[in-house]
């Protein structure tokens, strides 16, 4: 927007506006990690499926010339980074805790935001997924 806004009241094309990655990739790649991390494992034709869409997404992003390739890229590899990052440093955290029942994020030296995001779980979730109202239909009790 400060790019565009420069650009107008020049009237040069002074600057690019182009950003270093590609907030398209982002969500299609956080939305594939989040898939994959919080459904069950046997579902490996969801997981099969949402990995080819993500590639296929950021084919198209890249056919249809909305990002240079390397935005794409580094979008891909930062949000997959971080994404399996921070899940990886909160299972952790949780497995420690139960195993030695220390607390590694109590001092907030490592992640605060990770201590202050995981403050208050129990523990690693579990990947469990129903869907509230056919359970609701099919599985009714009997008074």
């Not at 002074?14 to 790649?29: A, K, P, V, W």
């Not at 109202?133 to 009790?141: A, C, G, W």
């Amino acid at each position: 927007m400060v790019c565009q806004l420069i650009n107008q009241l020049t009237n040069q094309k002074l600057i690019s506006g182009d950003y270093m990655f590609s907030g398209h990739t982002i969500i299609l790649t956080m939305f594939n990690h989040f898939i994959n991390e919080y459904t069950r494992g046997e579902w490996k034709g969801l997981h099969i499926i949402t990995w080819v869409l993500n590639f296929f997404g950021m084919f198209f992003i890249l056919a249809a010339h909305e990002h240079y390739s390397i935005d794409v890229f580094i979008a891909f590899y930062i949000s997959s980074r971080v994404f399996t990052n921070y899940h990886t440093v909160a299972n952790l955290h949780h497995s420690v805790k139960e195993n030695t029942g220390t607390d590694l994020l109590s001092q907030n030296f490592y992640f605060p935001l990770i201590g202050y995001l995981e403050e208050h779980t129990k523990g690693i979730i579990p990947n469990e997924y129903e869907f509230p109202v056919i359970s609701k239909l099919f599985h009714q009790k009997t008074e």
